[in-house]
C-alpha cells in the first residue's frame, strides 16, 4: 500500500514539474537546435519547417532551392479562407527560418484557399539585415537567438 501511495505521489509531482514549464522557450529552445549552416542539409530544414508553428492552416510541402544563388526554400500552405491567415505567423516564421539556416537567402510562403485564392508571402536575408543590422552574431548562443526573436516585429515581409 505504501509502495503504491508512493508511485502515485511520484507521478502526480512528475505531472506538475513538466506543466510548469514554459512552452515558448522549449519551442525556441527546440528550434535553435535545428541551427544549420547549408540549406542542402535536408533533414534539418524538414524539421524547421515541421517544428515552427502556424495558426489557421495546414502545411502542404516544401521545395529547397539549392542549386546555385540564391538559396532558399518555398513552403505551400493550405486554408479554407485566405481571408483568416495569420500574417505574424508568416512573418515570425520566415524570420526564425532565415535566421537559422546560414547560407538560405530567401523563403517564400506560399497559400492556397479552399476557393483558388491565393497569398504569397516572400523574404529575404538582405531585406532582414537592411531592417535589423547584421544578426550572424547572435546566433552564436541561444541567448543571442532570443534577442534576435524580440527583434521580429520590427521586420516588414514582402507580401503579393
Same mark, same amino acid.
Given at each position: 500500500?505504501?509502495?503504491?501511495?508512493?508511485?502515485?505521489?511520484?507521478?502526480?509531482?512528475?505531472?506538475?514539474? @513538466?506543466?510548469?514549464?514554459?512552452?515558448? #522557450?522549449?519551442?525556441?529552445?527546440? #528550434?535553435?537546435?535545428?541551427?544549420?549552416? +547549408?540549406?542542402?542539409?535536408?533533414?534539418?530544414? @524538414?524539421?524547421?519547417?515541421?517544428?515552427?508553428?502556424?495558426?489557421?492552416?495546414?502545411?502542404?510541402?516544401?521545395?529547397?532551392? !539549392?542549386?546555385?544563388?540564391?538559396?532558399?526554400?518555398?513552403?505551400?500552405?493550405?486554408?479554407?479562407?485566405?481571408?483568416?491567415?495569420?500574417?505574424?505567423?508568416?512573418?515570425?516564421? !520566415?524570420?526564425?527560418?532565415?535566421?537559422?539556416?546560414?547560407?538560405?537567402?530567401?523563403?517564400?510562403?506560399?497559400?492556397?484557399?479552399?476557393?483558388?485564392?491565393? #497569398?504569397? +508571402?516572400?523574404?529575404?536575408?538582405?531585406?532582414?539585415?537592411?531592417?535589423?543590422?547584421?544578426?550572424?552574431?547572435? #546566433?552564436?548562443?541561444?541567448? @543571442?537567438?532570443?534577442?534576435?526573436? !524580440?527583434?521580429?516585429?520590427?521586420?516588414?515581409?514582402?507580401?503579393?
Amino acid at each position: 500500500m505504501i509502495k503504491k501511495l508512493f508511485f502515485i505521489i511520484f507521478f502526480i509531482s512528475i505531472i506538475f514539474v @513538466g506543466c510548469n514549464k514554459d512552452d515558448n #522557450l522549449d519551442y525556441l529552445e527546440n #528550434l535553435y537546435n535545428l541551427k544549420t549552416n +547549408y540549406i542542402g542539409d535536408v533533414s534539418k530544414i @524538414g524539421n524547421i519547417f515541421e517544428n515552427l508553428q502556424y495558426q489557421n492552416v495546414e502545411k502542404k510541402d516544401m521545395k529547397i532551392i !539549392s542549386d546555385k544563388r540564391p538559396f532558399g526554400l518555398v513552403k505551400n500552405f493550405y486554408i479554407n479562407d485566405i481571408n483568416d491567415i495569420n500574417e505574424n505567423d508568416f512573418i515570425k516564421n !520566415s524570420v526564425i527560418f532565415l535566421f537559422l539556416v546560414d547560407n538560405a537567402d530567401f523563403i517564400t510562403s506560399y497559400i492556397v484557399d479552399s476557393n483558388g485564392n491565393d #497569398l504569397t +508571402y516572400n523574404l529575404s536575408k538582405e531585406s532582414i539585415i537592411e531592417q535589423i543590422g547584421d544578426f550572424k552574431d547572435n #546566433l552564436n548562443s541561444y541567448d @543571442g537567438f532570443k534577442d534576435l526573436i !524580440s527583434k521580429i516585429n520590427e521586420i516588414k515581409i514582402e507580401k503579393s
